[in-house]
């Protein structure tokens, strides 16, 4: 797929990844070379990504990697999070009594 897309393998290594994002024109002549409709495969800059440097131990540099996390999920994380608030809060409380 990089030999079609004029660019080296690690460059599109990269854009697999999620490292470098894959322009409109890209994603135009992958469609083409699959033979499909670009709606078809077309992925949008909708979802978030979160970068953490995994600090290993060794004679590691520390590790790249990757998560998509969906919006849905960080919501309920976000409403779980405010309900633990609310629950320390109110033990906080108790506890001076």
Same mark, same amino acid.
């Given at each position: 797929?990089?030999? +079609?897309?004029?660019?080296?393998?690690?460059?599109? *290594?990269?854009?697999?990844?999620?490292?470098?994002? !894959?322009?409109? &024109?890209?994603?135009?002549? $992958?469609?083409? /070379?699959? *033979? /499909? +409709?670009? @709606?078809? !495969?077309?992925?949008? @800059? @909708?979802?978030?990504?979160?970068?953490? +440097? @995994? &600090?290993?131990?060794?004679?590691?540099?520390?590790?790249?990697?990757?998560?998509? !996390?969906?919006?849905? $999920?960080?919501? /309920? &994380?976000?409403?779980?999070?405010?309900?633990?608030?609310?629950? *320390?809060? !109110?033990?906080?409380? +108790?506890?001076?009594?």
């Amino acid at each position: 797929m990089a030999e +079609k897309l004029f660019m080296d393998v690690s460059n599109y *290594n990269r854009r697999e990844k999620g490292l470098m994002k !894959i322009s409109p &024109q890209e994603w135009e002549r $992958i469609a083409a /070379v699959l *033979n /499909v +409709k670009l @709606d078809e !495969i077309y992925e949008t @800059d @909708d979802h978030n990504f979160f970068v953490f +440097k @995994d &600090q290993s131990t060794g004679n590691y540099l520390g590790n790249n990697n990757i998560y998509s !996390i969906p919006e849905y $999920i960080l919501d /309920v &994380q976000k409403k779980y999070i405010q309900k633990l608030e609310e629950e *320390n809060k !109110i033990l906080r409380e +108790k506890l001076k009594e």
